[in-house]
């Protein structure tokens, strides 16, 4: 149900039991978490994280890739399509463990799921819905093409967040495959 996508360096694929430990490990780190939820996640939520992904792409037919290396099978992360009800559009939305931050891991994942939603979906824009303050996620929606759009506070399991709705318009996802730039 899940298909595979693959990168120069990345294999996003279905989810494994295997993937859950390092997911939880991911999820249970202050730094990765910061943005997302605002406070680590315990095994419990993590497995309900993983559930709600899985979730995801029975009910919406896309959602969340597991990430891989291709060159050491490790598991990296989550990248992919997220688009639950009440969301302000399809997201491309990424999450890498720490010990995978500033290789590109996250860009190169995040121009595959994005090519794979405008290839997959009837949508005008893709967005990317990321903390004000999260610099790094703002880099990489940067490096995949993504411009700053709205400012929007959004609301998740009563806690708000100040987001800004990053977006890429079809025609400039199109317009940049026309200039040979790297999905």
Wanted: avoid cysteine; hydrophobic fraction near 40%.
């Amino acid at each position: 149900m899940i298909p595979r996508l693959e990168t120069e360096r990345l294999l996003l694929r279905e989810w494994r039991n295997e993937d859950f430990e390092p997911l939880a490990g991911f999820m249970a780190d202050a730094d990765v978490t910061r943005w997302l939820n605002g406070e680590p996640l315990n095994r419990n939520d993590a497995w309900r994280s993983l559930a709600t992904i899985l979730g995801h792409w029975h009910l919406r037919s896309y959602g969340f890739w597991a990430v891989e290396r291709k060159s050491d099978r490790a598991f990296v992360g989550r990248v992919g399509l997220n688009n639950p009800e009440g969301w302000p559009g399809l997201e491309v939305g990424w999450t890498l463990g720490k010990p995978y931050w500033g290789a590109g891991y996250a860009s190169e994942a995040a121009r595959a799921a994005m090519s794979y939603g405008f290839l997959t979906q009837p949508v005008e824009r893709l967005i990317s819905v990321i903390h004000v303050d999260n610099k790094p996620s703002q880099a990489v929606a940067q490096r995949v093409g993504e411009t700053k759009g709205e400012h929007r506070d959004l609301v998740v399991a009563g806690k708000t967040y100040p987001t800004d709705l990053w977006q890429i318009s079809r025609e400039d996802w199109m317009r940049r495959l026309g200039e040979k730039k790297p999905l």
